[in-house]
T-cell receptor
Framework: ETGVTQTPRHLVMGMTNKKSLKCEQH?????MYWYKQSAKKPLELMFV???????ENNSVPSRFSPECPNSSHLFLHLHTLQPEDSALYLC????????????FGEGSWLTVV | GQNIDQPTEMTATEGAIVQINCTYQ??????LFWYQQHAGEAPTFLSY????GLEEKGRFSSFLSRSKGYSYLLLKELQMKDSASYLC????????????FGTGTQLKVEL
């Protein structure tokens, strides 16, 4: 139990579907992140939110749409994805964005068919 | 990821010591993390180094040389459960808390 909970753990969706990934952190942190982990590739930062405000969008395609209603919750809305978007999507949180340790959730395995 | 270089795979024997090396971009360097990730699980924090030297935490130690752009993770008294991927990641100045990860080193511990 890392204090960062992600649902669903596994998701299969068609290219025309709309789905969402949910993340909740129970650590009292104020920064939250989405990372993408593909096979044989490094973890890639997608988005950073600090006190609900987006502070980083790492050139992510618009078919991925994040939402951060408060410091404890983060969503990733998915729409018209491509098969190459199949990956493990990891949510993380930290206390601030100044070199503090980042704690990861267990991830959501996404398969786009 | 292209700024971080670590071996793809390593194999070691139970009870032995293994050293996993990592080289990183030195320009703007502001700290180095090591994470452990078991298959299908979250990466978990192991260590953070920002100053030169060795940080020891039980069976795990992490070393940093800022002038050489080099770090290593040392695992002692290896156990089967230490079989996992070990991720090296750096933070750059002015980059907020954006970690740049290497591809990870898959460690296999054998009997």
């Amino acid at each position: 139990e890392t204090g960062v909970t992600q649902t669903p753990r596994h998701l299969v969706m068609g290219m025309t579907n709309k789905k969402s990934l949910k993340c909740e952190q129970h650590l009292g942190h104020n920064a939250m992140y989405w990372y993408k982990q593909s096979a044989k590739k490094p973890l890639e930062l997608m988005f950073v939110y600090n006190f609900k405000e987006q502070t980083e969008n790492n050139s992510v395609p618009s078919r991925f749409s994040p939402e951060c209603p408060n410091s404890s919750h983060l969503f990733l809305h998915l729409h018209t994805l491509q098969p190459e978007d199949s990956a493990l999507y990891l949510c993380a949180s930290s206390q601030g964005v100044a070199g503090n340790t980042i704690y990861f959730g267990e991830g959501s395995w996404l398969t786009v068919v | 990821g292209q700024n971080i270089d670590q071996p793809t795979e390593m194999t070691a024997t139970e009870g032995a010591i293994v050293q996993i090396n990592c080289t990183y971009q030195t320009s703007g360097f502001n700290g180095l993390f090591w994470y452990q990730q078991h298959a299908g699980e979250a990466p978990t924090f192991l260590s953070y180094n920002v100053l030169d030297g060795l940080e020891e935490k039980g069976r795990f130690s992490s070393f940093l040389s800022r002038s050489k752009g080099y770090s290593y993770l040392l695992l002692k008294e290896l156990q089967m459960k230490d079989s996992a991927s070990y991720l090296c990641a750096e933070i750059l100045t002015g980059g907020g808390n954006k970690l740049t990860f290497g591809t990870g080193t898959q460690l296999k511990v054998e009997l």
